[in-house]
């Protein structure tokens, strides 16, 4: 959860007249989460957000399962996803259950006809190549190589890309994502032993308010299908707002890692967690510096979880060749380790170079036919020597 942010002009008091110079009013609005108990934020618009012109067809983006019980260890090259002009086109789901789904993108082209609003789900976007700029009616967000764009249930989103070259993983949640229990305290305040701290936490800024009338179209997702609706104002049409419910960047680079004289586990690079999972960044870092010391990891069997790796950047200690933008799946049921020689290779070493997102699904997760189709299918085998 974010902290409390305001942007713009606000009246004194919530629910109170708020004019413009006109003498007409502002309307005002109250996006809240788990009904009105949860984080809410409030905005001041030039005209009602409610003037829909129409809605068109349903346009379905259910993704379509190739593998529901999936018991081997998988691998897939996520950088062989062809890039596509349109964000929503670009958008391939490739692992998927009841809590989540990931996605890869690869979109060349900014957003400019439309506008995406994701009701279905809070998105984690990580931009593993390219820069830009995420626009909401909470204002500006730029975002480049290594960003954690957190962008919650429902805020209406455009992305302008500044190049083509745009590699993107996402994780679309359908519960909301949070900053890891165990990092804040009971104010809210990220404690001393948390690996980054509310200076790291880029928000929404140069708030642009676009007093317009017309057809806009917001692209909004529920139930896997895509409802193109049709305003007759601008969605960024917001003169000031306030509250904890905005989208928001994590650097993976702003992460601080946590290292010890033997192997760290796992949740010491948590970054955010959903219902039934984590996600965790794994950054350069110094190595265990016990005389004795094992670097990579042991064997170890995810009695609890589907263990997913994506690699950004850097040699992988445990791994005998990752490429950039490649994806591990570890499933529930079957253990795993270093990849033979790893474990003789790592020892001594003082530092490890690698840059990877980790998601943690309690659940199992199912394989999209996209998936099957960039997958390399001698993975599992590849622990023989
Ligand atoms: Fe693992």
Avoid at 186 to 213: M, S, W, Y
Avoid at 342 to 355: Q, R, Y
Wanted: glycine fraction near 6%; hydrophobic fraction near 30%.
């Amino acid at each position: 959860m974010p902290h409390y942010h305001k942007s713009g002009q606000i009246p004194p008091k919530r629910h109170t007249q708020f004019r413009k110079p006109d003498g007409s009013l502002y309307a005002e609005q109250l996006v809240s989460t788990e009904g009105f108990s949860d984080a809410y934020s409030t905005t001041y618009h030039h005209y009602p957000p409610t003037l829909v012109r129409s809605v068109d067809p349903a346009i379905d983006v259910k993704p379509e399962i190739a593998v529901q019980n999936n018991m081997q260890h998988r691998s897939f090259q996520g950088f062989k996803v062809k890039p596509a002009d349109d964000y929503m086109d670009s958008r391939v789901p490739v692992l998927v259950n009841n809590d989540l789904c990931i996605y890869l993108a690869a979109p060349r082209k900014s957003m400019e006809r439309y506008f995406f609003k994701n009701s279905q789900g809070s998105e984690m976007i990580f931009v593993h190549e390219g820069s830009g700029t995420l626009k909401s009616m909470y204002g500006e967000l730029k975002f480049g190589y290594g960003d954690h764009l957190i962008i919650p249930r429902g805020v209406i989103y455009q992305l302008e890309f500044d190049t083509p070259g745009n590699r993107l993983f996402i994780v679309e949640s359908y519960t909301p994502i949070r900053f890891p229990k165990k990092y804040v305290n009971k104010l809210g305040q990220f404690e001393e032993h948390a690996p980054f701290c509310e200076r790291d936490i880029r928000v929404p800024e140069n708030l642009k308010t676009h007093d317009e009338k017309g057809d806009f179209m917001v692209m909004v997702k529920k139930g896997d299908q895509l409802f193109p609706y049709h305003y007759a104002s601008h969605p960024f049409d917001v003169i000031g707002w306030d509250g904890y419910h905005y989208p928001y960047a994590l650097s993976i680079h702003d992460f601080e890692p946590i290292t010890g004289r033997i192997h760290q586990p796992p949740p010491v690079h948590q970054t955010f967690e959903g219902h039934n999972y984590v996600m965790c960044a794994f950054v350069p870092r110094l190595y265990d510096y016990h005389l004795l010391s094992i670097p990579v990891p042991y064997n170890h069997s995810n009695v609890d979880s589907d263990e997913v790796l994506y690699y950004v950047d850097g040699e992988f200690m445990s791994r005998k060749h990752v490429d950039r933008g490649q994806i591990t799946l570890h499933p529930i049921g079957i253990t795993h380790g270093p990849h033979p020689g790893t474990v003789e290779k790592s020892l001594g070493a003082k530092e490890t170079k690698e840059l990877a997102v980790m998601v943690d699904t309690f659940r199992p997760l199912w394989i999209t036919k996209q998936a099957m189709e960039i997958e390399e299918p001698d993975y599992y085998k590849s622990w023989l020597e």
